[in-house]
């Protein structure tokens, strides 16, 4: 082997505290293509470890254990132990090598976090086979575990950017909206029947927009770790009353239909009438922008097991089932055939998520394609907390 290659070549901590063993562990290492490094008890055992960062560990359990603090026959378990909890050397791989052949021994391997367990006198082409297979693991963990890294440090860079564009865009949004809204008003002189509904097809295309800024940013807040919820008494009736009103002018221009059904025993529960609305919101534009006909809404409410249960229905193209986890994630779209008018950001049912979870909630769909989607997501009665931790990982 050339001296380039040797130090390519992958490095292994040999720990034993009988030179004759250890001696024999690197002429077969050697043999193999690896370069070795020796320690002799479990102290030296871990700062050669930490030290060098070898691709893998052979450990004795038999060895002098130095100030661990634990019986000498223990020595191995140990300083496997501390190489798996330490982000040093967690991915490090463990064989250990030993005269002992107790089945309680091997069991105590394995809670120590060993990945293998050879009995003296080993064979060398099964030691051979098995390191090459453990670092081969190790390599492929390593390098999944980098690619991990990378697509975080991105999604921080892409999450950075939208924020910054999105504080940027809401100002002049802003002044676009009250300008139009001055000159519907009739603040600059008179306007035509036909220039005031150009004007208003603008102004709700805006809101739209400015809804979209909102989503941004509020799915950065909630990602946040915490939230603050503005809490209050919310009636189940009164809250789809309101914001059937606050769509009406969008449903006559879209043609839409619908339905509000509350039965008498749907309970008052605490909650950020805010938030609520806004997840409604989403419902109901997912809806109608996913359709390229009129849609038929339906939305209920129910008393269900210490809560209240709402459901966002629509008669549309219906979602494939492939795609319904998919959906509460940022970014994510769903184009079907069906549905040629997508405009989503696909922002909208993941601040959903995240805003029903923080009420302690949970949110799902019910669908197939060509009949159709249900949105069903479950309050309780109150939140768990003011604060509420939201989870991300999902």
Known sequence: MTESAESLAPLILVAD???ANVELLFDQLHTLGYRTISAHDGPSALAACFEFRPELCILDVSMPAGDLGIDDRSTGFEVCRRIKRDPRSARIPVI????LNDTTDRVRAIEAG??????KPHNRLVLGARVRSLIKLKGATDALEESFRKMRELEKVRDDLMKMIVHDL?????????????????????????QRRA???????????LALIEDLLEVARLEESTITLQVAPTAPAALLQEIVHEWRLRFQQEGITVR???????PIFEADPTLLRRVFANLIQNAVTHTARAVELQLLARADSNGVLFT???????????YQELIFRKFEQVRTPNAPRVRSSGLGLA??????EAHGGRIWVQSEEGKGSAFHFWLPLAPPALTAVVRTGS
Not at 96 to 99: E, Q, R
Not at 199 to 209: H, Q, R, V
């Open 17 to 19: 505290d009988v030179p």
């Open 96 to 99: 250990f090598v030993t005269a």
């Open 114 to 119: 060993g990945d293998d367990f050879l009995t």
């Open 170 to 194: 809401k100002s002049p949004l802003t002044t676009v909206l009250a300008t139009l809204e001055m000159v519907t008003d009739g603040d600059f002189g008179a306007i035509s029947s036909e």
């Open 199 to 209: 004007l208003g097809d603008a102004e709700a295309k805006a809101e739209d927009l």
């Open 260 to 266: 509000v059904d509350v039965p008498d025993d749907v």
């Open 312 to 322: 966002v229905a629509d008669n549309g193209p219906g979602i494939p089932k492939e």
């Open 351 to 356: 601040f959903c998520k995240l805003a029903v």
